[in-house]
């Protein structure tokens, strides 16, 4: 299924635990939270400067960067100190983002 939040920082409080506890009547059900990976995003960098105006490809779901980057963008962004481990992910059959392995250049 899928959950809208009211706020950013729902969403980051959300993200940022990975799970999160569901209750309703006698319903109690502790659902893993991930992002919705959209397939067509403009680069939040460069808004497709940088990649011949094609969507971007991946979404950095770490908290710290929370955008959509083009395989330009991702490889200048994510080169830097604190960054180099993120994991970029990427659209997935049925709405189902999947962490790809990125190679640097």
């Known amino acids: 299924g899928r959950v809208a939040f009211s706020n950013q920082q729902s969403y980051i409080a959300a993200i940022s635990a990975r799970f999160v506890q569901l209750q309703h009547g006698d319903i109690d059900k502790r659902v893993e939270v991930k992002p919705y990976v959209l397939d067509d995003q403009m680069c939040d960098e460069c808004q497709g400067q940088r990649c011949g105006g094609k969507f971007a490809p991946f979404f950095c779901a770490n908290v710290t960067c929370l955008q959509y980057y083009c395989e330009h963008c991702w490889a200048t962004i994510h ?3 604190g960054r180099e481990f993120h994991k970029p992910l990427v659209k997935e059959g049925a ?5 790809v392995p990125y190679r640097w250049c």
Do not use: G, K, N
Not at 95 to 99: E, L, S
């Open 95 to 99: 709405d189902r983002p999947r962490a």
């Open 79 to 81: 080169s830097r100190p």
